[in-house]
């Protein structure tokens, strides 16, 4: 199989993905930058991959189906994470949780770390259409403990502007 660059992934192919989810009976939501625009309700950038939070105990069934849709694994780190690439380029990153009584999930987290609470999806839009997506809080919590790039200042910046909430460190300077 060919492997080219990823390529964004556009609104169609996130329905695509929140569709098969639906088909499946997963337990699933957007995170990363297409949480964001979910979030604020439009699409504002170009999205390398789509981020989701899934069920830990649906993940092998999920990945089954996304192989036979084309996706091959591109990185593995589960328990934690799992990356997969389709052929046209576009990629999916999963995080799995252990699904919690709040309607969020944990996340575990390498080195035995403490595991990384999902507060529970709110419902957002992509392409007009609603989707469940990481809440304001949840977008917030998880932008911070590492060196942000031009797109998380961006996305940060929009979710306060948005929402009118103040923005943690390191994001609060100008």
Do not use: K
């Not at 069934?61 to 990185?75: C, I, P, S, W, Y």
């Not at 589960?78 to 997969?84: D, E, G, R, T, W």
């Amino acid at each position: 199989m060919s492997r080219r660059h990823a390529g964004p992934v556009n609104s169609s192919q996130v329905l695509a993905v929140v569709d098969l989810l639906a088909a499946e009976g997963i337990v699933g939501w957007l995170d990363g930058g297409w949480g964001v625009d979910a979030l604020l309700g439009e699409q504002r950038r170009e999205h390398a991959d789509l981020d989701l939070v899934v069920d830990a105990a649906a993940l092998g069934r999920l990945l089954g189906v996304l192989a036979g849709d084309g996706f091959a694994v591109l990185r593995d780190e589960l328990p934690v994470a799992i990356a997969l690439r389709h052929d046209d380029g576009r990629e999916v990153d999963l995080h799995p949780i252990e699904l919690t009584p709040d309607g969020g999930g944990d996340q575990q987290q390498p080195g035995g770390a403490p595991p990384w609470h999902y507060g529970p999806p709110t419902t957002g839009r992509v392409a007009g259409r609603p989707v469940p997506c990481c809440g304001l809080d949840t977008q917030l919590r998880s932008h911070v403990g590492y060196p942000p790039d031009e797109d998380d200042v961006a996305d940060m910046r929009a979710l306060a502007q948005r929402f009118g909430c103040p923005l943690p460190a390191p994001y609060d300077r100008a």
